[in-house]
């Protein structure tokens, strides 16, 4: 089993009665009713995109950067933190192939903006 670590980025904020959070990475939005909510939430559709990714072999379309303005949006926050999580990918092969990754381990660096 071949292990692997990513790391991504977001903005998690408050736009009017939800929380939004942005995976710049991947260009991933998701909004929830609390920011623990949201960022649960920004996690377990990364690692679906990954899975998705892994199981499809197409780990070449898997990053699709965010627009410049979320990258300044990040860059400008002051409240970074680091959360991580493991990931067991649900893609299973007979034949080893170099997209064959079976356990990962990211830690997002999330920007909680104003």
């Not at 559709?45 to 990053?63: E, K, P, R, S, T």
Request: net charge negative; with cysteine.
């Amino acid at each position: 089993m071949a292990t692997a670590q990513m790391s991504f980025s977001a903005v998690i904020k408050k736009e009017g009665d939800d929380w939004v959070a942005h995976c710049l990475e991947l260009d991933i939005v998701t909004t929830a009713d609390s920011p623990d909510r949201v960022q649960s939430d920004l996690l377990d559709l990364i690692m679906a995109q990954l899975d998705y990714a892994l199981a499809n072999d197409n780990l070449d379309h898997f990053y699709k950067p965010a627009p410049e303005s979320a990258w300044r949006e990040f860059f400008a926050c002051d409240k970074k933190v680091i959360v991580s999580r493991d990931f067991v990918s649900q893609f299973k092969t007979q034949k080893p192939t170099p997209s064959s990754i079976a356990t990962t381990t990211g830690s997002p660096e999330l920007c909680y903006a104003s």
